[in-house]
């Protein structure tokens, strides 16, 4: 059975600290990805990574930087938590190539107070 | 730019009948294109797919059709049942440089069945 694990379902931080947000999967899947759901907005794609130390923006990737030391995990760190940043983050995994699905974590609300 | 949209925000529909979502996009180098099923909390998860070469994908009573010179796609979910509630996602896949491919999702559509 598949998975892609969050190290946290539900997460509260102050403005201004510094966020770690942890992805682990098992699948040994080349690329991983790092969403944020938002009402009437739904996923968009904050950075994503096909290889060890290899990161590639997305589409809002200000205020956010990620680390890939290990081909299983991958970490999003918001480098100076702001309120806007309060959201659901997903991570997913896939395989190399093309035809082929993501699989998502459970997600880990953020509220950034 | 919004590349893959979804314009139904919702959808409700009576158990035992036909739900169909629909899903448009404008960028001619996606190839392949999926739906996701979401329920509150929890991640996304893989529903069907359809490649750029076929028109249409069947798996049960979920069947995903594609209209390529139109750049439309549609689910239909027949028969509706309660459990279907959730929120559809549609997403469509384009190369990203070198082999590598990327999801771009649409905002995603509430589908309420009623019982």
């Known amino acids: 059975d598949v998975k892609v694990t969050q190290s946290s379902r539900y997460l509260v931080k102050r403005t201004g600290e510094k966020v770690f947000l942890e992805c682990v999967q098992d699948m040994d899947h080349e690329n991983m990805f790092w969403y944020r759901q938002d009402p009437g907005l739904g996923l968009r794609l904050i950075y994503f990574?096909?290889?060890?130390?290899?990161?590639e923006k997305g589409d809002i990737p200000e205020g956010y930087s990620v680390s890939r030391e290990k081909k299983e995990r991958f970490s999003l760190i918001l480098e100076s938590a702001s309120t806007n940043q309060t959201s659901m983050y997903l991570c997913?995994?896939?395989?190399?190539?093309?035809?082929?699905?993501?699989?998502f974590g459970q997600g880990t609300r953020l509220t950034v107070v | 730019d919004q590349q893959v949209k979804q314009n139904s925000p919702s959808l409700s529909v009576q158990e035992g009948r036909i739900s169909i979502l629909n899903c448009d996009y404008t960028?001619?180098?996606?190839?392949?294109f999926l739906w996701y099923k979401k329920y509150p909390a929890e991640g996304p998860t893989f529903l069907i797919s359809i490649s750029s070469i076929k028109d249409k994908n069947e798996d049960g009573r979920f069947t995903v059709f594609l209209n390529k010179s139109a750049k439309h796609l549609s689910l239909h979910i027949v028969p509706s049942q309660p459990g279907d509630s959730a929120v559809y996602f549609c997403a469509a896949s384009a190369r990203s440089g070198g082999s590598n491919y990327k999801l771009t999702f649409g905002k995603g559509t509430l589908l309420t069945v009623n019982p």
């Open positions: 990574s096909y290889d060890v130390k290899m990161k």
């Open positions: 960028n001619s180098m996606f190839d392949y």
């Open positions: 997913a995994s896939s395989s190399l190539g093309r035809n082929t699905e993501a699989f």
